[in-house]
């Protein structure tokens, strides 16, 4: 699954080196002190996939293929550790137009959000996470790359890995996100056996995708509509941000994407349906 992934993701290079490669290494704070990731204290735990040989992280790519026409959609809420200066300076990393687009088409959809992106959007971040149109996953506090060959990203020391992962999660709470999700996106979808193990005993799902929207820096949302229209299958997990500064086109796709896969018989869900769906198998 790793190599193929890894293609998937190599689609998205330029994605990966502009989105996320613009922080530093001596722009991380240091980690709170934190427990390892826990259930929401709701009474059912989202569905997970059970883990690897040796309790190996578990990697998700998609739902079945056999359960309908299903698919989800995705946003990473991309923030690096060191962009507090240019959102200061007026640089929008959020995209309040198209939760609101979402929110109109009335279309359930999962965030993958840093915990930099929650320090700077509180508000938004807990109208997210309280909303239950939406799921809030962990995307990483420093959206920092989780290898060494992560299109130039600043690295995670191995070591650090985990800290990070659960210093999001302190940060998803802060804001106000009441049941953060069991579920994490390597940042650029990098990952290797270290960086699996590494995060083993969190209890989360690392999930990637099969869809690459190419929304990234796009400025013909025509372009990103066909990829998306092309690439949907049945339990298909489609990438695309909220990021007014780097995925400008997004909202203008999703409000074309969606009424044309619903005339196509697809049910939008979260990617908890689709997890729950495989019956915790891989």
């Given at each position: 699954?790793?190599?193929?992934?890894?293609?998937?993701?190599?689609?998205?290079?330029?994605?990966?080196?502009?989105?996320?490669?613009?922080?530093?290494?001596?722009?991380?704070?240091?980690?709170?002190?934190?427990?390892?990731?826990?259930?929401?204290?709701?009474?059912?735990?989202?569905?997970?996939?059970?883990?690897?040989?040796?309790?190996?992280?578990?990697?998700?790519?998609?739902?079945?293929?056999?359960?309908g026409r299903t698919v989800a959609l995705t946003f990473d809420a991309d923030m690096t550790a060191d962009q507090g200066p240019r959102a200061a300076s007026g640089e929008h990393f959020d995209n309040p137009g198209l939760i609101s687009a979402l929110r109109a088409l009335k279309v359930p959809a999962t965030v993958f959000m840093t915990g930099r992106w929650a320090d700077q959007y509180p508000a938004e971040a807990r109208g997210l996470g309280?909303?239950?149109?939406?799921?809030?996953?962990?995307?990483s506090w420093s959206h920092y790359a989780f290898t060494a060959d992560c299109y130039g990203l600043p690295t995670v020391a191995a070591d650090r890995m985990r800290a990070d992962v659960q210093r999001a999660y302190t940060s998803l709470r802060t804001a106000g996100v009441p049941?953060?999700?069991?579920?994490?996106?390597?940042?650029?979808?990098?990952?290797?056996?270290?960086?699996?193990?590494?995060l083993s005993g969190l209890g989360v799902t690392?999930?990637?995708?099969?869809?690459?929207?190419?929304?990234?820096?796009?400025?013909?949302?025509?372009?990103?509509?066909?990829?998306?229209?092309?690439?949907?299958k049945p339990g298909s997990v489609v990438v695309m941000h909220c990021t007014r500064s780097a995925a400008p086109t997004t909202e203008q796709v999703v409000r074309t994407v969606v009424p044309e896969l619903r005339r196509r018989g697809y049910r939008f869900v979260k990617v908890s349906e689709l997890i729950g769906q495989s019956g915790g198998h891989r």
């Open positions: 699954m790793i190599p193929h992934v890894r293609r998937i993701t190599a689609v998205c290079a330029a994605l990966g080196a502009a989105l996320t490669a613009c922080g530093t290494a001596g722009g991380e704070r240091p980690a709170p002190t934190t427990s390892p990731v826990s259930a929401s204290p709701s009474a059912t735990r989202p569905p997970v996939l059970a883990p690897g040989p040796g309790g190996l992280t578990p990697v998700f790519q998609h739902g079945p293929r056999t359960r309280t909303d239950p149109r939406f799921e809030v996953a962990n995307h049941h953060p999700m069991p579920y994490f996106r390597f940042p650029g979808g990098c990952y290797d056996q270290q960086a699996l193990r590494a690392a999930v990637q995708w099969d869809v690459v929207s190419g929304d990234a820096f796009a400025t013909d949302a025509d372009a990103v509509t066909r990829q998306v229209l092309d690439g949907v």
